[in-house]
T-cell receptor, first 114, second 114 residues
Framework: GENVEQHPSTLSVQEGDSAVIKCTYS??????FPWYKQELGKRPQLIID?????GEKKDQRIAVTLNKTAKHFSLHITETQPEDSAVYFC?????????????FGKGTKLSVIP | DTAVSQTPKYLVTQMGNDKSIKCEQN?????MYWYKQDSKKFLKIMFS???????INETVPNRFSPKSPDKAHLNLHINSLELGDSAVYFC?????????????FGSGTQLSVL
């Protein structure tokens, strides 16, 4: 699948502040946008996802927004805590026939400073 | 119970050797995947099987051969290992191809080729 660009590659915030990670894509056929969190030495795990027919989704301190026109989606973490420190990956999936895979961004290493 | 389990967790071997990594899922999923995560944390899909049928085969050297004896297992065999094969290999599964959503990852196999 076509690439998804993820920024920033590293992000440091003070505990309690907000963190925002942004991803952009070029394929307008993309219809599903998940975010995965990977703690050090662990497996990636889904934390939130959004479909193309929704503009925003929230789950406690995390939220994802999608701008289909501009082809970008963002992860927002509020009131950050040290346990939020991890690598976060955005991804996209095509809606076309035969498009069975997720394409991942290159990841953002988030460090929350106590 | 571990949903997606892969063995071994660590694999250290010499260049030129042949090695296998095993993966099993007990979620009743139809689709399984192999991902490679390099030293820069980039997650790249290698293969995907749906009900034992190969559906994704990215540009991977033919030294890598996946085998799916049944839909609960997807093993990865690597011939003539090279230094560049050193990475973490993640197995994953999802419900099926058409309602593709959440990926469940195994805990990863860290392969070191000396």
């Amino acid at each position: 699948g076509e690439n998804v660009e993820q920024h920033p590659s590293t992000l440091s915030v003070q505990e309690g502040d907000s963190a925002v990670i942004k991803c952009t894509y070029s394929d307008s056929a993309s219809n599903y946008f998940p975010w995965y969190k990977q703690e050090l030495g662990k497996r990636p795990q889904l934390i939130i996802d959004i479909r193309s027919n929704v503009g925003e989704k929230k789950d406690q301190r995390i939220a994802v927004t999608l701008n289909k026109t501009a082809k970008h989606f963002s992860l927002h973490i509020t009131e950050t805590q040290p346990e939020d420190s991890a690598v976060y990956f955005c991804a996209r999936r095509d809606s076309g026939a035969g498009s069975y895979q997720l394409t991942f961004g290159k990841g953002t290493k988030l460090s929350v400073i106590p | 119970d571990t949903a997606v389990s892969q063995t071994p967790k660590y694999l250290v071997t010499q260049m030129g050797n042949d090695k296998s990594i095993k993966c099993e899922q007990n979620l009743g999923h139809d689709t399984m995947y192999w991902y490679k995560q390099d030293s820069k944390k980039f997650l790249k899909i290698m293969f995907s099987y749906n009900n034992k049928e190969l559906i994704i085969n990215e540009t991977v050297p033919n030294r890598f051969s996946p085998k799916s004896p049944d839909k609960a297992h997807l093993n990865l065999h690597i011939n003539s290992l090279e230094l560049g094969d050193s990475a973490v290999y993640f197995c994953a599964s999802s419900q099926d191809v058409m309602t593709f959503e959440k990926l469940f990852f195994g805990s990863g196999t860290q392969l070191s080729v000396l």
